[in-house]
C-alpha cells in the first residue's frame, strides 16, 4: 500500500506535537515496511525500507521533506529496552534465591554442628579386630565376637547426657562409673578416669578384651585423649553383692538367700580361677565385693580386673589413709602381687558373703573393729554367719566361713582358686543331696534340688 504525501502528513504532525525541539522540526517515525513515499525517487527507495525517517517543515512551505536517519544507541528498538528491563529483574531474583539456598543451608549446617557437639553422632564407631597378629599374650581367651569398639567422645557424651550425675553409678580405683545408652541400644557402663595419657593405654585394653568368660564382665570399647581415659563394659544391671549384703552402716540387710550367695560365691570363684589360668596369669589385684556385681538372674561377675595393673604401672593407683581390709597384709611395699594376694582378697570377701556384714565395720580407720581381724580371733564360726539368714543355712555357710579363714591364713598355708573352685562345687553337691533327702518323699524331688542350684 503507497501512501501519498498528504496521506502521512498527519501522523508526521502528530509525531511532532509528542516529540517537539526547539530548533528545528524533527518527526521520528517507523518507516512503514511496505509503504514507498512517492516524494521520492523510486530508485532511492531501498534506502527507506526498514528504516527511520524525519520529516523538516519549514515555515515557509507547507511540504514536508523526509530523510531516512541513521540508528544511533540511544533509539534502540523498545522491545530491547523491555528484554534488558526483564533481564535484570530476573537476575536479580535468581541472585535473591541463590542467597535464600545458601542461608538455609548454612542454618542446617549450623544446626547439624550443634546437635553434634551435644553428643550426637551418626557415624558408627569402627571396631578393633581382635585375635590376629598374635600379639596378646592371651590370645586363647578371645571373646567369640573378637572386636574392641574405639567410640568417640560424642558418642560417649550423647550415651550419658554429657556425663551427668545422674547417670553415676559407683565410683572405683579408675575413677567415676556412668551409666549409658549407646546408639545401637546397648546398655553399658562407662568408666572415665580424668588423667594425662597412660603409657601402652591401647595395648593393655586390647589384652584386656580377648579375656572372655561367663563370669567376668566384658570390655566392649574404650577412649582416649590427652586428657582422659573411658573404658565401657557390659552393663550389669543388679550392681554389686555388697548393695545386697549390708546398708551404708555395714550391717545385714538379709536380700540375698544361702542359695543365692552359694551361687555367687562359686560364679565369683571360676570368674578369679580363670584369670589365674591364663597365660601368663592376670592377677585382679584389686578383688572385692564391689567388684562383684549381679546380672539380671543374679549370676555373678567379677569386674575391674586388670585395671588395677593398668594404673599401678602408670603410678597412679591412688592412696588411702584408710585400712583396706581386701589387702594382703604380706605385700610388700612394692606391692608384688600374686594369685596367693587375690586369694586373701577372695577370703574377705567371703567373709562379708557369709556374714552379710562389711569387713571394715563402721570405722575405716580402726584395725581393731574389721571384721577380718574378729574372725581370726574368734572361736564360734556361728558368730559371724548372717542371722537373717535363720535355719536355712544347715552346713553351707560354716564352710564357707571355713573356707574364708583358710584363704585369709598366711601365704604358704592358703588354697589356690582351683581348689576354691572345687571346695565351693562339694559344698554345693552337699546343699543339692540336703535339698533332696528333706523332700525325699516329694515326686520330682532330685530335680527340685537340682533346680535351686542352676
Known sequence: MRLFWWQQLPLLIL????????????????????????????????????????????????????????????????????????????????????????????????????????????????????????????????????????????????????????????????????????????????????????????????????????????????????????????????????????????????????????LIALGAARGLEHLHSLVPPLFHMHFRTSNVLLDETFTAKVSDYGLHKLLIEDHDAGSSSAIDCFLDPELSSLKNFSASSDVYSFGVFLLELISGQDSHGRNQLNSDQNLVLQAKRGSSLDDYIDKTLGDQTGDAAREMMELALQCIDISRRRPSTRRIVEVLERIQEGEISRLDSEFGEDIGAVTLGSELFR
Open 15 to 262: 509525531i511532532q506535537l509528542l516529540e517537539s525541539s526547539s530548533t528545528s522540526h524533527k518527526i521520528y517515525a517507523e518507516a512503514l515496511l511496505a509503504c514507498k513515499s512517492t516524494l521520492v525517487n523510486p530508485r532511492q527507495s531501498s534506502n527507506w525500507i526498514g528504516r527511520r525517517i524525519a520529516a523538516s517543515v519549514d515555515g515557509d512551505s507547507s511540504v514536508p521533506t523526509f530523510t531516512p536517519v541513521q540508528e544511533t544507541d540511544n533509539q534502540k528498538p523498545r522491545k530491547q529496552r523491555v528484554a534488558a528491563i526483564v533481564g535484570g529483574i530476573g537476575a536479580a531474583l535468581l541472585v535473591i534465591v541463590i542467597l535464600v539456598l545458601v542461608y538455609i543451608c548454612l542454618m542446617r549446617f549450623k544446626r547439624f554442628t550443634r546437635r553434634t557437639s551435644d553428643g550426637e553422632s551418626s557415624v558408627p564407631s569402627p571396631s578393633v579386630e581382635l585375635g590376629r597378629g598374635g600379639t596378646s599374650p592371651y590370645a586363647g581367651a578371645v571373646s567369640p565376637n573378637g572386636a574392641l569398639r574405639q567410640l568417640t567422645i560424642l558418642e560417649l557424651k550423647h550415651a550419658t547426657c554429657d556425663f551427668s550425675q545422674s547417670n553415676i553409678i559407683g565410683e572405683g580405683t579408675f575413677g567415676l562409673v556412668y551409666k549409658g545408652l549407646l546408639q545401637d541400644g546397648s546398655m553399658v557402663a562407662i568408666k572415665r578416669h580424668l588423667h594425662t595419657p597412660i603409657r601402652n593405654f591401647l595395648h593393655k585394653v586390647r589384652n584386656n578384651a580377648r579375656i572372655h568368660h561367663r563370669h567376668l564382665v566384658k570390655l566392649v570399647g574404650y577412649y582416649e585423649d590427652n586428657h582422659q581415659q573411658l573404658l565401657v563394659f557390659d552393663y550389669i544391671p543388679n550392681g554389686n553383692v555388697g548393695n545386697h549384703l549390708y546398708d551404708s552402716e555395714g550391717l545385714p540387710i538379709g536380700r540375698l538367700n544361702m542359695r543365692q550367695r552359694l
